[in-house]
């Protein structure tokens, strides 16, 4: 069975782990119940795919899975903002919002100017640095070398690093490995299926931590960006923090395991099973999107002299789904609070939008239908 390192005790007592030249020759025993799982994620990609290229306006689906994927990526790293703290935000809601949401907000950010970036460059070790730096521009971590991979040591859980869970490999041995990373992401010689290199890739990085915070993020990131650099995506349609947020415990293990003998194959298997299981939900929601939109819209139209602003409210819903009157006013234009207050009306009174805070003032205003698809309200 192929290894990628060794723990070596280091001159401190601690024993760090020494990768080996990355990939091994042979990296995967194939067996039949990992071809099977990788067959069923091919095939639940290309149900994605098959979204991607026949729904039109897949964009409205893209919307909020982005807003998502930032922020439960965050929430494994203990990030204690939520989707709903970032929605507010955005929509400039009068509530007391945590300060971490601007790290959402930066993982969007960061997500964005990769998925720009890899369309025209390569996926490099330059490009993944630039994204790092997005990531952590002003806030928690932004003063640990951002955007530079580390020169200090650095260890995964537990208070000291004696009692680490992990020992990531020593800087010495940082720039060495992701050399090799990069001549992996890059070699289309060595025949392996895209989705498992997808997985190689991001279990790989997270061995080496090559940098002092934001490693977890940037990891899961890597994979997106690699599948539609590859082509497998046009769009970032696949996100995996929520799978791995909802088998936090096992992604780790697996992860730990991926660094000892035949613990490979185990980690392949708990990505291919994220892989399905994602794709098929993220394609039955967004054919349910469609229908929710279809029908609202119909809804919408139906608003007399209302109607072509009721749809231009209704299209912002998809990606700013609570609301206040002010950003009602901002999205729609209208001057008039009580033409404003009346639209409103129309779209609770159609269950469109549903009153969150039971007040009479300062009232918000939630697309709950919408946020349920998602799991989100």
């Known amino acids: 069975m192929s290894k990628i390192g060794i723990f070596v005790k280091q001159p401190s007592g601690y024993k760090a782990f020494i990768p080996y030249p990355f990939p091994p020759k042979k990296i995967i025993e194939w067996d039949n119940s990992l071809i099977k799982l990788l067959s069923e994620s091919n095939l639940a990609i290309g149900r994605l795919k098959e979204i991607e290229n026949t729904v039109p306006d897949v964009d409205f689906f893209i919307f909020m899975y982005v807003k998502k994927e930032a922020a439960l990526s965050a929430q494994i790293e203990e990030t204690q903002a939520t989707i709903i703290d970032l929605l507010k935000s955005e929509a400039k809601i009068d509530d007391e919002i945590k300060s971490d949401v601007d790290e959402i907000k930066n993982y969007i950010t960061a997500m964005n100017y990769g998925i720009k970036r890899v369309k025209k460059l390569p996926l490099s070790l330059r490009l993944i640095r630039e994204i790092h730096q997005k990531l952590l521009i002003g806030v928690r971590g932004h003063y640990k070398s951002s955007g530079e991979f580390r020169r200090t040591q650095n260890w995964i859980g537990g208070p000291t690093i004696e009692t680490a869970v992990f020992v ?13 990373l990069e001549r992996f992401i890059h070699n289309d010689s060595d025949n392996l299926p ?3 290199k997808a997985g190689l890739i991001h279990a790989q990085f997270e061995t080496v931590h090559p940098f002092l915070d934001g490693n977890g993020r940037i990891g899961r990131l890597l994979i997106t960006l690699y599948l539609v650099n590859k082509g497998i995506l046009k769009r970032p349609l696949l996100y995996l923090s929520d799978f791995f947020k909802k088998h936090r415990q096992d992604y780790y293990d697996k992860l730990n395991l991926y660094r000892k003998e ?7 298997r708990f990505f291919f099973e994220g892989v399905r299981t994602v794709a098929n939900e993220a394609a039955n929601t967004a054919l349910e999107i469609m229908k929710l939109r279809e029908r609202d819209t119909k809804i919408a139209a139906g608003f007399g002299r209302n109607a072509e602003t009721a749809l231009i409210l209704l299209d912002k819903l998809y990606s700013l789904p609570i609301v206040d009157w002010k950003a009602v006013a901002k999205i729609t234009g209208l001057s008039s609070k009580a033409n404003i207050n009346n639209l409103i009306k129309k779209f609770v009174k159609s269950k469109i939008l549903d009153e969150i805070t039971g007040k009479k003032k300062n009232r918000q205003f939630v697309y709950r239908r919408y946020l349920n698809l998602f799991s989100l309200f």
């Open 262 to 268: 035949k613990g490979i194959e185990g980690w392949l």
């Open 168 to 180: 990531p490999p020593p800087p010495t041995e940082v720039i060495k490995a992701m050399s090799d």
């Open 194 to 196: 895209v989705l498992a």
